[in-house]
């Protein structure tokens, strides 16, 4: 009996320094998660730190270069680039939090139940999910888009949210089935069906939360992902509409007839997204090292 | 071999087929339709009677059964339908497009095949120096960075330092290569840098758990150059996992070819399908959702075959 004691308190302090010590064994991950808290302080606090207001239509200064008064430049309607920069990471960050969340948790729930379940649902559910993965990303979130058409809620496209989720669902489902495939052959899983626990109280009580460390593995990279899809979609002009700040938005309209003569039309947005993509990607692939170093996506 | 063969292809139908009922019902199961775009769109107002009119005229005021009876044995005939907008066979539509899309997805796997072997390998081989450190940076980027916005880059940098910019109008490469090669280059290096950074990942740790094996051991006690140890005993065995990645990223080239072709202004496949999708056109949608789809089940049997040949291990029967 002692020695089940031993790790249990070893464990302890490792538990209570567990930032530290993800910063000291994965500096590239702490570097990647600076970069996200820095993109998070300046969407929640948008208003305080950007110079400008990002619809304010300014003729005086039209396709003004990078100056003292404008460090990003201005766009053709002389918005500060600078200003709505910050204000597509709100954009960026809240579409992206909320769609991976509704697709990582819908898909971790289809992954373990369909693991739990086994035998026909399985099979059903994973062809279902098999066809959903014949398709690139974008292909099926325009699908989802030509299917849903907008429905606006405060300013924010819910179905622009399904349209990224949706691709989701089946990559998470079937990393998590993996998982949870290995869990329902544990005995804690029998005592519990023993003990006469219900099939709800099973999956959500026992199964789900063994399956954590996937999920937050999931839920990070698909961010990134996320992210890159909005900018795609809005580029396009299928996702986010003007005049909202939106990173793939600047990309696209004016600034494709202008980019040519004001490069940094383009230059500034799309180093935001390569930026906020690069530091998801990072601190996900250090999380992934950190968590289950054999876990592969 | 061949039984094997014809068993892949009828498992193929399956697939298909749930993707052929799957994208008709999504496409229906909310409102909204082709004549609501089309009539409405600029601003218009029609009244109920032209919208009924409208609907009636593309057969869309049929009961679901019917037109979804129309779209399945129009399958089976190769028949796609006509598409809402422009009125023309689908099939057409796709056929006249196919080409330029096609040649940008060939260059740009060979350009990503071309840059990934080779560096995917040498960061392996040189792990943890300098050398392999660039790489990764050079992949990790190539992950982050939006292909749309790398082609504007590559427009931008064309024009600022040689004054240059790619040919605006399309010919095939039999008729001018030169004119073609300088117009879809481009776009194939954007998409390509993206597909590239892929496989360069998937070749530097497939090098780096193949080297760790017996048989590279056993080769090196053995003697043998460590050039030969690389090439014929690591790269070959290594490569498999990252054909699996060659393939699978070329099934969704279309994915990148969306946005590309945006910014390359190319009339291709990727851009026919964003206009479908902001037209409502269904059967176009569902016209290109079928060609992704086919494009997809080939490629995997593709790969399935290069197995056998990379790998005279692998048997198929």
């Known amino acids: ?297 | 071999m061949f039984v094997y063969l014809v068993n892949r292809v009828l498992l193929m139908v399956p697939t298909l087929l749930g993707v052929a009922v799957l994208i008709f019902f999504m496409l229906r199961v909310v409102p909204g339709d082709i004549v609501e775009v089309k009539l409405r769109g600029d601003g218009g107002n029609p009244t109920q009677e032209t919208l009924d009119a409208e609907r009636k005229r593309l057969g869309l005021d049929r009961p679901l059964v019917e037109q979804f009876g129309e779209w399945m044995t129009g399958l089976f005939t190769l028949d796609l339908g006509k598409s809402m907008w422009t009125e023309q066979p689908v099939t057409d539509e796709i056929a006249l497009r196919l080409e330029l899309s096609f040649e940008v997805a060939l260059m740009a796997t060979l350009i990503a095949i071309l840059i990934a072997i080779p560096m995917g390998t040498l960061s392996a081989l040189l792990k943890d120096t300098w050398i392999d450190y660039a790489i990764r940076i050079f992949t990790i980027a190539g992950l982050a960075m939006p292909s749309f916005w790398l082609g504007m880059l590559t427009i931008v940098s064309l024009l600022f330092f040689f004054n240059w910019l790619p040919p605006l109008t399309y010919t095939p490469i039999y008729e001018d290569p030169w004119n073609n090669m300088a117009q879809l280059f481009w776009p194939a290096l954007s998409v390509g840098y993206r597909y590239s950074a892929v496989v360069a990942r998937m070749m530097r740790s497939s090098i780096i758990e193949v080297l760790n094996e017996d048989y590279i051991r056993t080769a090196r006690a053995k003697g043998v150059f460590e050039r030969l140890v690389v090439m014929r005993h690591a790269m070959r065995n290594a490569l498999l996992p990252v054909i699996t990645v060659i393939g699978l990223e070329f099934a969704f080239l279309i994915g990148g070819l969306v946005v590309t072709e945006q910014v390359f202004n190319l009339n291709g496949i990727g851009r026919l399908f964003v206009q479908a999708v902001g037209r409502n056109d269904f059967t176009l949608i569902q016209g290109m959702v079928m060609l992704t789809a086919v494009v997809f089940v080939v490629t995997n049997l593709a790969v399935d075959m290069l197995y056998a040949v990379f790998d005279p291990r692998i048997r198929y029967r």
């Open chain 1, 1 to 297: 009996m002692a020695d089940v004691a031993i790790p249990a308190a070893a464990a302890r302090p490792r538990r209570r320094n567990a930032l530290l010590a993800f910063c000291i064994a994965q500096p590239l991950g702490a570097a990647g998660a600076i970069a996200i808290i820095v993109m998070g302080a300046a969407a929640i606090f948008a208003e305080r730190v950007a110079p400008y207001d990002p619809v304010a239509i300014d003729f005086g200064a039209m396709l003004a270069g990078p100056t003292v008064d404008h460090w990003f430049g201005t766009d053709a309607f002389g918005r500060d680039i600078l200003t709505r920069v910050i204000y597509g990471a709100r954009t960026a960050l809240a579409i992206g939090f909320l769609s991976s969340f509704l697709g990582c948790t819908v898909g971790a729930v289809v992954g373990v139940a369909s693991a739990y379940f086994g035998g026909r649902t399985d099979m059903v559910i994973q062809r279902i999910m098999d066809i959903l993965l014949s398709f690139p990303i974008i292909v099926l979130a325009l699908v989802v888009v030509a299917m849903l058409g907008r429905f606006l809620v405060l300013g924010v496209d819910l179905n622009l949210i399904l349209a990224i989720a949706i691709p989701m669902l089946p990559r998470v489902a079937r990393v998590v089935r993996s998982s949870a495939l290995s869990i329902r052959e544990l005995p804690y899983i029998d005592a519990a069906r023993v003990q006469g626990f219900g099939h709800a109280r099973i999956i959500f009580r026992h199964m789900v939360p063994n399956v954590a460390a996937p999920y937050l593995i999931m839920f990070t990279a698909s961010i990134a992902q996320a992210i890159l899809l909005e900018a795609s979609l809005s580029f396009l002009g299928l996702g986010v509409t003007e005049p909202t700040p939106a990173w793939g938005l600047m990309l696209s309209g004016n600034a494709s007839d202008f980019y040519r003569e004001a490069p940094w039309m383009i230059l500034f947005p799309g180093l935001a997204i390569s930026v906020a993509v690069f530091a998801f990607n990072l601190f996900g692939d250090s999380l992934r090292d950190w968590l289950d170093p054999k876990f592969k996506v």
